[in-house]
């Protein structure tokens, strides 16, 4: 009895205090995410590529870009194109920025409890191509990364198109 109060107010202590108790799946599910490697080649990132966000727990995969604008057959993003219909979700959010992540580690007792990701992007891309606009501004490319208003920052994993040559 006194070890599960012991247990309790400790839970207690670290959600007093903000010291998050991680899972250990979810903490290999970050350091797996944290080690891929972005691709070498600069290509355009387009319908069909996949990205990642340090926060999140899944790959999502670019579901449309500027469907005027068409690279390898499938439309592409520039450094605009920050929206819910271009990129859906990362499957579970792990960042205690969001709201709902917060409220459920709170109701956990400082255990870090994930929440579906209902990503907030903060535009522009950065990282964008400098010698290819689309739509009248720069291309997001495979270096290009973009900021969540939950702290993620998203990078992308693979892309889907065929590399472009500048000079």
Do not use: H
């Not at 590529?49 to 469907?67: F, H, N, Q, Y």
């Not at 409890?113 to 891309?125: A, K, S």
């Amino acid at each position: 009895m006194w070890d599960l109060l012991a247990q309790f107010a400790q839970r207690l202590n670290w959600a007093m205090y903000g010291i998050i108790e991680v899972p250990q799946a979810v903490q290999d599910q970050l350091d797996a995410n944290a080690a891929a490697a972005p691709p070498a080649v600069k290509t355009i990132v387009n319908s069909g590529s996949t990205c990642m966000c340090d926060k999140g727990l899944a790959p999502c995969t670019v579901a449309m870009g500027l469907p005027t604008i068409m690279t390898s057959k499938a439309p592409a993003l520039n450094e605009l194109s920050a929206t819910p219909a271009e990129l859906p979700t990362f499957g579970m959010c792990t960042s205690q920025a969001n709201p709902t992540v917060a409220a459920a580690t709170s109701a956990a007792m400082g255990v870090l409890t994930p929440m579906p990701c209902v990503p907030v992007f903060i535009p522009p891309w950065s990282g964008t191509s400098t010698t290819v606009n689309l739509s009248g501004a720069p291309a997001v490319n495979a270096m290009s990364s973009l900021k969540c208003s939950w702290g993620g920052t998203i990078k992308v994993t693979v892309t889907a198109n065929q590399t472009v040559k500048t000079s």
